[in-house]
């Protein structure tokens, strides 16, 4: 999976979903932002996007999924991403939220990682260590009006929805 933003002085963010290990087939998910001054000409930059591994993704076991870019003002980019770190035990079945993490400087460094999903008793899958199950294919990221991100996401129990196990769609402006 991947996402392409392009910010106002034309260079091209790429934030893309690999494997972590090259060498291994199927291991854990992490993202990765390139980025392209010639319109995509040529690619360079590459740096690690996620921040799965600033704690609780013991060996880094934890799921990066679902990425999200946009563009703000020359240079400064924001990258949104859902991880199941939070999980216990990670299985993939549980404890996903949603992060986010911002650069000034075209992606060459991020700042520290923010949690945006948020626990909310009122609803089926959202547990306090994260929501059951991620509906990725409804996950969105934009620059709102003050310049600050905006985000919308899915939450659900398990993949199917329905009556029986509804999801949710949530979003949160930092404005």
């Not at 547990?127 to 659900?156: I, Q």
Request: hydrophobic share 40%.
């Amino acid at each position: 999976q991947s996402d392409l933003a392009i910010d106002p002085a034309g260079t091209l963010y790429l934030l893309y979903q690999d494997g972590q290990f090259s060498t291994v087939r199927g291991s854990p998910p992490i993202l990765w932002l390139a980025r392209s001054a010639d319109a995509g000409a040529t690619w360079g930059g590459q740096v690690r996007a996620d921040a799965k591994t600033a704690s609780g993704c013991a060996a880094s076991a934890c799921y990066a999924l679902f990425p999200e870019v946009t563009a703000g003002a020359a240079g400064s980019v924001t990258v949104a991403w859902m991880d199941d770190r939070n999980g216990s035990p990670i299985d993939h079945l549980n404890g996903w939220n949603v992060w986010l993490r911002s650069s000034t400087n075209g992606g060459a460094s991020f700042g520290a990682s923010q949690q945006i999903s948020a626990y909310d008793a009122a609803q089926a899958q959202s547990r306090p260590n994260g929501f059951v199950f991620p509906y990725g294919d409804y996950f969105g990221l934009e620059v709102n009006g003050c310049g600050s991100p905006m985000l919308t996401w899915g939450e659900g129990l398990d993949w199917a929805g329905g009556s029986s196990s509804p999801g949710h769609i949530e979003f949160r402006s930092l404005c």
